[in-house]
């Protein structure tokens, strides 16, 4: 471990360049080194890396590595607030990698459901809530996907972002019209036209 820290030290210190080109190589001296704080945030930049070159197998595996660190971390506040940003990410990945309505996607939104909750983080709970009622949507769970959405909608209503109420509004309209509600689906996306004209 002893080693591990000097050479992740030593790279860190002295050869920025390859912390920034191969954060996976920081990643795993700070994993081996018993250090998961630091091992997360370099797990987490390797699985930005990937991502940023659709290396989605790779960053995966990164994402995986980065979640079993922050388990290592002490329970409270901080640690949910890494693993909530962590699943937001693996939600998006897995989305690239295996398809919106892949069972990954619904675990990773439904843990960040509970921790963005936790965390009283409701920007995050937003994000997520439009996760989940994609996720389900695809899934053809509409009358599930419907409350998630109502729920959206509910939560943007009270925000200042006109965006964020179309969105939540536009993903009502469309279960409306999925589940064969047409008028109303109808006078929704009518609404979302008018508003987004303005």
Known sequence: R?????????????????????????????TAAAMPEAAAQYWENAARLAISRSAQVEASHHLDAALVQVAALPAGLARDRIELRLLLLKAGQSIALHGYDADQVGEAYQRAEALSRQCGDQRALLRVQF???????????????????ADAAELVHKSADPMRRLQADWAVANLLFH???????????????????R
């Not at 002893?2 to 795993?28: D, K, Y």
């Not at 996760?131 to 959405?149: D, N």
């Open 2 to 30: 002893r080693c591990h820290r000097t050479v992740a030290r030593v790279i860190s210190e002295h050869f920025p360049g390859l912390a920034a080109s191969q954060p996976e190589v920081l990643a795993r001296h700070c």
């Open 131 to 149: 996760g989940l009622e994609g996720y389900l949507f695809m899934r053809g769970e509409f009358e599930r996907a419907h409350a998630v959405a």
């Open 179 to 197: 589940q064969g509600a047409l008028p109303a689906a109808v006078d929704r996306m009518d609404s979302c036209l008018s508003a987004y004209a």
